[in-house]
């Protein structure tokens, strides 16, 4: 099928990532965070002096990554609602499509709540139309339709270029897999959902054996669109000893929400030293882990003891190798974190790293007394 006929027949068959927006406290000083300890540049800003009254918006850039920060200014609009229940988050995982009415209508055929009907928003650059539907918990994804739009991203948006200065950036690429936290038993009907709302199929799942350790487990699997191009994985907790991270940020999220969002990397040795210089910190790992890693994965092209002095994770799959390590959540309540991955060929989403992972986060969850 040419590339066309398919996205008419499919609106969603070719789509990619467009944005993430974050609702925050102070956008102001979460934007600052971003830009000093993860790289990002300021590119466009919303707010008073642009016409709007309600909010303030920054515009994030690094290399294909694209971050809203968004505050309210009001104490009791939608914005400020959702900070003051859910704490710092990300509320919009906005994807790009050729067509956002036929998306959109595809999507609401499928059963999708509509949060916002398709709406031609204009300035001089030309006409963008966005819709957007309801995910789990107060989450939502928009679809953007860009063709048509010249513009620095949006109307209401004006330029406003910041950089800060680092001795090395950490050359952040794109996202490559962003997961949901869901409830109880929840699992496997949010993965029908993006199914039926986004034509996704299941690319792999885990259930409680692959992912727990002594005290804790959770069940998981991965919804991918036909290009592998967004990929959401949604878990749910499993029952354990103890309470499991998922049940501790449902907790603190108050419901479900966006747990982690993957982040690419072409080095992740340089990405990582990069980042710890500047102040991001990352889940450890214990020093074990390296003394039998060289068996359990067979060769690869870094030197171990370049991952063992940044506790990167390595796990292999018939395919090839990926690296990854964790940051440690990105705000006040145990909620959102980040992950940086570099992959060799590997699809794999870690599992080989679980175990390693998760006596890491319990370690966390034991000082906050939430274990
Ligand atoms: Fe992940």
Redesign the pocket.
């Known amino acids: 099928m040419s590339t066309a006929t398919e996205a008419r027949s499919n609106p969603l068959a070719q789509i990619d990532w467009d944005y993430v927006e974050f609702y925050v406290g102070n956008a102001k000083q979460a934007a600052h965070f971003y830009m000093s300890a993860f790289g990002f540049d300021q590119i466009a800003y919303a707010g008073p002096e642009t016409g709007l009254r309600d909010r303030v918006s920054y515009l994030l850039e690094q290399n294909k990554l694209r971050f809203v920060i968004t505050a309210s200014l009001l104490p009791d609009d939608e914005i400020a609602r959702h900070v003051a229940l859910h704490g710092d988050g990300i509320k919009d995982i906005a994807i790009l499509v050729a067509d956002a009415r036929a998306a959109f209508e595809k999507a609401v055929q499928g059963g999708a709540r509509v949060v916002l009907e398709p709406t031609v928003l204009e300035d001089a650059s030309g006409r963008l139309t966005k819709a957007t539907i309801a995910t789990y918990g107060d989450t939502v994804h928009s679809f953007i339709e860009r063709e048509g739009y010249a513009g620095i991203f949006a109307p209401g948006f004006v330029e406003a270029r910041k950089s800060i200065e680092h001795a090395a950036k950490p050359a952040l690429q794109f996202i490559d897999?962003c997961?949901g936290n869901v409830g109880w038993g929840e699992m496997d009907a949010w993965g029908d959902f993006y199914g039926r709302v986004f034509g996704f199929s299941q690319l792999v799942s885990f259930d409680d054996k692959d992912i727990s350790t002594e005290y804790t487990a959770l069940r998981s699997k991965v919804m991918t669109d036909p290009r592998h191009r967004v990929k959401f994985?949604i878990n749910e907790p499993a029952q354990g000893k103890k309470k499991s991270q998922i049940e501790e940020y449902l907790e603190f999220y108050r419901g479900a929400g966006v747990q982690?969002m993957?982040i690419r990397t072409d080095d992740i040795a340089a990405t990582i030293r990069a980042l710890k210089a500047n102040g991001v910190e990352f889940l450890d790992t214990p020093d074990s882990y390296y003394d039998m890693l060289q068996e359990r994965v067979g060769k690869i092209d870094e030197a171990i003891e370049t991952l063992r002095d940044l506790r990167i994770l390595v796990d292999r799959d018939d395919l090839g190798y990926m690296l990854q390590i964790f940051t440690k959540p990105l705000q006040d309540r145990p909620t959102v974190f980040f992950?940086i991955?570099q992959r060799k060929g590997s699809l794999s989403?870690?599992k080989g790293n679980f175990k390693a992972l998760f006596v890491s986060i319990e370690r966390e969850q034991e000082k906050r007394g939430t274990l």
């Open positions: 897999h997961v994985p982690h993957a992950e991955i989403f870690g």
